[in-house]
């Protein structure tokens, strides 16, 4: 597992899309896995510039996004269902502002009428485009990958999660609350990629940054696998893992010393099996 330690959450965020930079440069038709949240919008940003200052081209690119709650969103196009929609987030944040295709953004649609119908067809779909390239993915202070929460199974496909209370208590303050939504309406279900689906990815990008995840990262990156901390599955994956952190993210890891030391000896990044 490669362990990037920045001193800030700038940092964090160039060096991560610099890693998906160069994959969609070695490989144009790549297929990426999108996160949303608070923590990869610095990476978006900067892909968005170099998309503009440097033609980072993503016309033959496509995307899956991780998750969706359930009873919100949006179809490209059509008025938004509600603003805090991953939909609506992904479109402000990234994709009006890169030359990706409509009919390449895949992202869970939260009203649909057959949920359990959608998931399978959503696997299939990743399937179909020769899977994942490049994973990102955040945390949640659960432990939760996507919304897979605590007790999901390490082996869970795509499919529709309740939401726990630290996770609907994170997202109101991050979304809810700022758009003046009452707690009450706030989704408690979502659709969400397993932790099964996501492990077949090719490569994982993991980030987190701030104080308040530097317990949950130790114990996701140093502690026991556990189906309780859903992203310690991350100790599992089978294809090639970074994972970037600010300095506060990093603080109660056990092992950054030796993190540190393996940056400076590997040197160049390369990707597992994106060209098989
Ligand atoms: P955050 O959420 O980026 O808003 O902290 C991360 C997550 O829940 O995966």
């Known amino acids: 597992m490669n362990v990037i330690i920045r001193d800030t959450y700038e940092e964090m965020s160039r060096y991560a899309a610099g890693i998906i930079a160069s994959l969609v440069r070695q490989k144009p038709d790549c297929v990426l896995g999108l996160a949303t949240g608070s923590t990869p919008i610095g990476t978006y940003r900067e892909l968005v510039r170099m998309h503009k200052e440097e033609d980072l081209d993503f016309s033959q690119v496509k995307t899956f996004n991780l998750d969706e709650y359930l009873g919100v969103g949006?179809?490209?196009?059509?008025?938004?269902?509600m603003d805090q929609s991953y939909a609506r987030f992904m479109h402000e944040e990234l994709f009006k502002h890169i030359n990706i295709k409509k009919e390449n953004i895949h992202i869970p649609d939260g009203l649909t009428k057959n949920p359990?119908?959608?998931?399978?067809?959503?696997?299939?779909?990743?399937?179909?485009?020769?899977?994942?390239d490049l994973q990102l993915l955040g945390i949640g202070r659960d432990g939760h990958w996507a919304f897979n929460e605590p007790g999901s199974s390490l082996a869970s496909r795509t499919r529709v999660e309740v939401l726990t209370k630290q996770t609907l208590d994170d997202n109101y303050e991050s979304f809810y609350k700022k758009a003046g939504i009452p707690r009450d309406q706030m989704p408690h279900f979502a659709i969400t990629m397993g932790i099964g689906t996501i492990l077949e990815a090719r490569n994982i990008?993991?980030?987190?940054?701030?104080?308040r995840k530097a317990s949950?990262?130790?114990?996701?990156?140093?502690?026991?696998?556990?189906?309780?901390?859903?992203?310690?599955?991350?100790?599992?994956?089978?294809?090639g893992v970074t994972v970037v952190l600010d300095r506060e993210a990093a603080s109660e890891l056990k092992n950054v010393e030796h993190y540190i030391h393996r940056e400076k000896l590997l040197g160049t990044f390369s990707f597992n099996s994106i060209n098989e």
């Open 74 to 81: 949006m179809d490209l196009g059509k008025p938004y269902n």
């Open 116 to 132: 359990e119908e959608f998931c399978k067809a959503y696997e299939e779909e990743i399937r179909k485009a020769g899977g994942i």
């Open 205 to 211: 990008l993991m980030l987190a940054n701030g104080r």
């Open 216 to 239: 949950v990262v130790a114990k996701a990156l140093e502690g026991p696998v556990t189906s309780q901390i859903t992203a310690s599955a991350i100790q599992l994956f089978k294809g």
